[in-house]
């Protein structure tokens, strides 16, 4: 017997990735044999398919309650599909990603390059992935691995570097429980900043979205915040409020994605944007 610190790493990914799974677990029960004892140290590998049960609500706030709350590290894996959407999300996957980083938590995103069997290639997935990759490219430093085996062999090599260094996972579990207001800050896009700062001075204090076969409107008060009603424009809108809610600044009132209100992270971080401008 002995006391070890309990590291739970989320393995998240669309359904064709499937033998990266079981790498994963090998990864673990590896560190666990070689390092447990000795580093005080050991990690638990879930997935939805084997540690989430039957509960109601959106299936995805299922999975965020059920395993990505408590999830130190999660493990992403993307090959030749994106993932089913979510209301806050392209994929499911990207969502628990973009999650775990506003919640200042580790996220170890891989991307595989090994062949795919003509018949089974979505093009439109495909190109969903792509777009993904170039997405994260910009707030995530990911690896792209071309087997099975390198994927195996990366991510033993990289939890090693994560899990050695004490000081490092400790910086994590610190940053998961306090969000860093002024981190946040720094790092929201403009459209999300924009959109903060609408709802915050407005009266209300809410965003209200109003989506028909007539356009997209996101209201502060009775000011329409997406007046351009291009495609462009309202991906650009809709990709804003989605980073609000997964940086949790605003929270969806009543689960329908129609009603937004401010939360208190959400007014610590406007009130970091001026000192940022």
Not at 50 to 55: I, K, M, Q, R, V
Request: glycine share 4%; proline share 3%.
């Amino acid at each position: 017997m002995y006391d070890a610190r309990v590291h739970e790493v989320l393995f998240s990914a669309p359904s064709d990735v499937t033998d990266e799974i079981e790498a994963a677990r090998r990864v673990a029960d590896e560190w666990n044999r070689t390092h447990g004892r000795s580093k005080s140290s050991l990690v638990i590998i879930k997935h939805w398919s084997t540690d989430s049960y039957p509960a109601s609500g959106k299936p995805q706030e299922v999975l965020n309650n059920q395993l990505l709350r408590n999830a130190d590290i999660v493990v992403a894996v993307f090959w030749a599909r994106a993932g089913t959407p979510t209301c806050e999300s392209d994929s499911g996957t990207l969502e628990e990603i973009e999650r775990q980083i506003a919640a200042g938590k580790h996220v170890m995103v891989y991307f595989l390059d090994k062949p795919i069997n003509p018949s089974k290639l979505d093009m439109d997935q495909a190109a969903q992935v792509q777009t993904i990759k170039t997405r994260l490219g910009e707030s995530v430093l990911y690896a792209t691995v071309a087997t099975t085996q390198e994927f195996e062999k990366e991510l033993t090599r990289h939890i090693a570097l994560l899990l050695s260094n004490a000081q490092s996972i400790e910086t994590i579990i610190a940053n998961a429980s306090a969000p860093d207001a002024k981190q946040i800050a720094r790092n929201i896009s403009r459209g999300a900043r924009d959109l903060l700062t609408s709802a915050v001075t407005s009266t209300s204090a809410h965003l209200v979205v109003v989506a028909s076969s007539n356009g997209y409107c996101i209201y502060a008060d009775n000011l329409n915040l997406v007046s351009d009603q291009s495609r462009r424009e309202i991906a650009k809108a809709k990709r804003a409020l989605q980073e609000l809610v997964s940086s949790e600044l605003v929270d969806d009132e009543n689960s329908s994605g129609t009603c937004f209100e401010i939360t208190a992270l959400g007014y610590e971080v406007y009130d970091k944007l001026p000192s940022l401008v």
